[in-house]
């Protein structure tokens, strides 16, 4: 494993970068109804709890794909995911595999990593000084 090593610079970026995409989808579709599914247009209105993790989906999602603002906006990710799962899953069913929260479990660790290691290689912030980051 250890001919892995020399590319965990270049994985942490896959990894942000990816995440982050597949973040924002949520917000676009709740958002902007696309792509079309079970949640589309949830958030339209911005009168509900889907609106407003819809704006925290679409708009972290983008910072933490582009690596801007990564490490707060990965900490705000990661509570917003936190929360959907303890209100929107968990009380349906107590194991996530049955109550459909395991995405938003690991969303919620993923983005807690990205907050403590920030955005890595590939990224604004790491083309900034580190005065700024």
């Known amino acids: 494993m250890n001919m892995l090593s020399r590319w965990?610079?270049?994985?942490?970026?896959?990894?942000?970068?990816?995440?982050?995409?597949?973040?924002?989808?949520?917000?676009?579709?709740?958002?902007?109804?696309?792509?079309?599914?079970?949640?589309?247009?949830?958030?339209?209105?911005?009168?509900?709890?889907?609106?407003?993790?819809?704006v925290i989906e679409l708009i972290c999602?983008?910072?933490?794909?582009?690596?801007?603002?990564?490490?707060?906006?990965?900490?705000?990710?990661?509570?917003?995911m936190a929360a959907a799962y303890w209100i929107a899953h968990a009380p349906q069913n107590p194991f996530p595999v049955n109550n459909m929260g395991d995405a938003a479990i690991l969303y919620c660790f993923v983005f807690l990593y990205f907050a403590a290691a920030g955005a890595g290689p590939w990224s604004v912030d790491g083309s900034r000084p580190a005065l700024i980051r």
């Open 8 to 54: 965990q610079p270049q994985l942490h970026a896959i990894l942000r970068i990816v995440s982050g995409l597949l973040f924002m989808e949520h917000g676009t579709q709740k958002l902007l109804s696309f792509p079309p599914g079970d949640m589309a247009g949830m958030g339209t209105g911005l009168n509900s709890l889907p609106a407003y993790a819809g």
């Open 61 to 80: 999602g983008f910072l933490i794909a582009i690596g801007l603002f990564t490490r707060p906006a990965a900490f705000l990710a990661s509570g917003t």
